[in-house]
C-alpha cells in the first residue's frame, strides 16, 4: 500500500531565510512525487512533481524538491520564504507501476513564514 | 482558459438527506476524480473517472456514487448523509487517466459540505 508521511504539523520560518517541508513516502515500485499547496478556502495548487531523471525538480513560485531514493524522501525546499509562501503544504505518490493506482497525500505542513 | 469548476461552493444538509455534487473538468481533460478532505487532514480518494468510466473507487460505503457525463463533467452523489460526511469535497481532472500517473492533477475550490 502507498502513504506519505509530513512529520511536522507546522513549520515556522522567518521571511528570507531557506525553508524545508519534509516528506517521507512508502511505494511498491518507483514512485511519482508530487507537491500541491493550499490557501485558505481554497483548492489544491500544484507546484511540482518527480517522473524521473533529475533528483532535483525545480517548480512554480521558486520551490524546488529533491527526491532521494534511499531515503524515499522528496523534501520540498526555497532558498528565501515570502510571507505569501504562509499555506498548507500536502506531498503525494503514487506508483507508476500500476496506472489506476490513487494519488495518495500526507496530511499537510503549516508553513508560516514570519516578517 | 477556465480551471476545474465546481458546484455549489457551499452546502448545508441536514442528517439522512442526500447531496449532488458538480465538477467541469478543464477543457480537453478526460480524467476526473473527486477526494474528500475532513478538516486537519490530507485529501481522500472517492473515485477516478475516464472516459465515462469507474477506473478507481477509494475506500468510501456504497452511500457515495458517481458518474460521468459525454460532456466529461461529472457528479459525486452521497445518500443517507451522516456527520461524519461533513469535509470539503474536491474534484480534480487530469489529460489522461488510465495508465498515465504521471500527469499532475488540477483541483478545483471544492465544496464544502456541512451535516447538521
Known amino acids: 500500500a502507498q502513504s506519505v508521511a509530513q512529520p511536522e504539523d507546522q513549520v515556522n520560518v522567518a521571511e528570507g531565510n531557506p525553508l524545508t517541508v519534509k516528506c517521507t513516502y512508502s511505494?511498491?515500485?518507483?514512485?511519482?512525487l508530487f507537491w500541491y499547496v493550499q490557501y485558505p478556502n481554497r483548492g489544491l495548487q500544484f507546484l511540482l512533481k518527480?517522473?524521473?531523471?533529475?533528483?532535483l525538480v525545480k517548480g512554480s513560485y521558486g520551490f524546488e524538491a529533491e527526491f532521494n531514493k534511499s531515503q524515499t524522501s522528496f523534501h520540498l525546499k526555497k532558498p528565501s520564504a515570502l510571507v505569501s509562501d504562509s499555506a498548507l503544504y500536502f506531498c503525494?505518490?503514487?506508483?507508476?507501476?500500476?496506472?489506476?493506482?490513487?494519488?495518495?497525500f500526507g496530511k499537510g505542513t503549516r508553513l508560516s513564514v514570519i516578517a | 482558459d477556465a480551471g476545474v469548476t465546481q458546484s455549489p461552493t457551499h452546502l448545508i444538509k441536514t442528517r439522512g438527506q442526500h447531496v449532488t455534487l458538480r465538477c467541469s473538468p478543464i477543457s480537453g481533460h478526460k480524467s476526473v476524480s473527486w477526494y474528500q478532505q475532513v478538516l486537519g487532514q490530507g485529501p481522500q480518494f472517492i473515485f477516478q473517472y475516464y472516459e465515462k468510466e469507474e477506473r478507481g473507487r477509494g475506500n468510501f460505503p456504497d452511500r457515495f456514487s458517481a458518474r460521468q457525463f459525454p460532456n466529461y463533467s461529472s457528479e459525486l452523489n452521497v445518500n443517507a448523509l451522516l456527520l461524519g460526511d461533513s469535509a470539503l469535497y474536491l474534484c480534480a481532472s487530469s489529460f489522461v487517466g488510465a495508465g498515465a500517473s504521471y500527469n499532475e492533477q488540477f483541483f478545483g475550490p471544492g465544496t464544502r459540505l456541512t451535516v447538521l
Open positions: 518527480y517522473i524521473t531523471g533529475d533528483n
Open positions: 511505494v511498491s515500485g518507483n514512485p511519482y
Open positions: 503525494a505518490v503514487r506508483s507508476w507501476n500500476s496506472g489506476n493506482t490513487p494519488l495518495v
